[in-house]
């Protein structure tokens, strides 16, 4: 099996399980009890969180643990708007953990900004949004299914204006490329361990210090009230490792990924007639390759790949028994032909060469198998 779908999880490093391990066989105690085993689970809980904070740019007291990445875009996209009634700014195509929260809050109105052909969000568009009655603004940092990463840069500038606090899911780009919270200027940032190589059932929000977000849940004071439940130390120490690994070896690990996901997308160019890469003029993740093969369609491209022992993901999703194209090439203007044939292909460190050449090959057969059918 050949596995090129990174961008959906990572496996757990081997570094990461023998901290984590570690850590499980002397936090014995609840971080929130008094004694001795409390205060040991508690400082190995602060050690976790002060290694997050300095990679990505915070400080630790804006770090609240979480269960992963779409539970603290929840929190923060709650917390944020609070009991405020209004416009919430958003592009189309963010990641369900996102756009089901919007769409779902009573009292509040999405705002859509278009994307380009790029996937990059309108400028002109950003300026003429309805900022007087926004409550909030998010955005994806990195796009999960194309890699593209938005310049954030206006909206932080538009939402300092109005006063308008903002989020950054950062899911996808933590790990992969600089991600500084400082230097982003957002209110509050999302971050899952399991896309870097750390366990499963973890991530962060990062909360601006002086902004108080109204709790989704309540039960406990635990990660500033935020929050509430016994801290998961064994997994916060876990993602720490995993990040600190990661910024140990950022400049390697993502000239390592560029370099491969290069590869594919040459050979794949090159050797498959008639294929679009989506969004290539843009700035992408370095492991992210979204690519069309028309005359295939989608769903059955990723049945083939898979029995041929190729893991990648589908663009797509099926609805009522037909298949509909993934929103963010509708958001995008793909071509119907294109975005019905669309696969994301995501690389890992631990991905080779030969590997790529091998799912090259598997690729080539399979779509010219599918074409000739």
């Given at each position: 099996?050949?596995?090129?779908?990174?961008?959906?999880?990572?496996?757990?490093?081997?570094?990461?399980?023998?901290?984590?391990?570690?850590?499980?066989s002397i936090a014995v105690g609840n971080p929130g009890s008094r004694h001795a085993a409390g205060r040991k689970s508690r400082q190995l809980l602060e050690?976790?969180?002060?290694?997050?904070?300095?990679?990505?740019?915070?400080?630790?007291?804006?770090?609240?643990?979480t269960s992963g990445g779409t539970e603290a875009t929840n929190l923060a996209l709650h917390g944020m708007r609070g009991t405020r009634n209004g416009h919430i700014i958003l592009p189309p195509a963010e990641h369900p953990a996102t756009s089901e929260v919007v769409m779902n809050m009573a009292g509040c109105t999405p705002h859509v900004v278009p994307l380009?052909?790029?996937?990059?969000?309108?400028?002109?568009?950003?300026?003429?949004?309805?900022?007087?009655?926004?409550?909030?603004?998010t955005l994806l940092l990195a796009h999960n299914e194309t890699g593209v990463v938005q310049d954030v840069s206006l909206l932080r500038e538009l939402c300092v204006q109005r006063h308008v606090p903002w989020h950054l899911d950062a899911v996808q780009a933590v790990g992969k490329i600089g991600v500084n919270f400082r230097e982003l200027g957002c209110t509050t940032m999302a971050v899952g361990a399991h896309k870097f190589y750390g366990p499963r059932g973890i991530g962060a929000l990062l909360i601006r210090q002086g902004v108080e977000l109204t709790p989704s849940l309540r039960g406990g004071g635990q990660e500033r009230g935020v929050r509430p439940g016994t801290e998961p130390v064994m997994l916060a120490s876990g993602m720490a490792k995993a990040l600190q690994i990661w910024d140990e070896n950022r400049e390697t690990r993502e000239k390592q990924l560029r370099t491969l996901r290069d590869q594919l997308e040459s050979a794949l160019t090159n050797s498959v007639p008639n294929v679009v890469v989506n969004c290539r003029a843009a700035t992408r993740l370095p492991n992210t390759l979204s690519i069309a093969f028309p005359g295939c369609v989608a769903d059955a491209l990723l049945v083939a790949l898979d029995l041929a022992g190729l893991c990648v993901s589908?663009?797509?999703?099926?609805?009522?028994?037909?298949?509909?194209?993934s929103p963010i090439l509708e958001a995008i203007g793909a071509p119907a032909e294109v975005a019905n044939s669309t696969?994301?292909?995501?690389v890992g460190i631990q991905t080779t060469a030969e590997e790529i050449d091998r799912a090259v090959e598997i690729m080539r057969t399979v779509v010219n198998r599918l074409r000739n059918s």
């Open positions: 099996m050949i596995y090129l779908d990174y961008n959906a999880t990572t496996p757990l490093l081997p570094e990461v399980q023998e901290e984590m391990l570690r850590v499980a050690e976790a969180r002060e290694t997050v904070a300095r990679i990505l740019g915070a400080t630790p007291d804006e770090v609240v643990f380009d052909s790029q996937g990059l969000v309108k400028a002109e568009s950003l300026h003429v949004a309805p900022w007087d009655s926004a409550v909030l603004a589908v663009g797509s999703a099926c609805a009522s028994g037909s298949t509909k194209p696969v994301r292909i995501s």
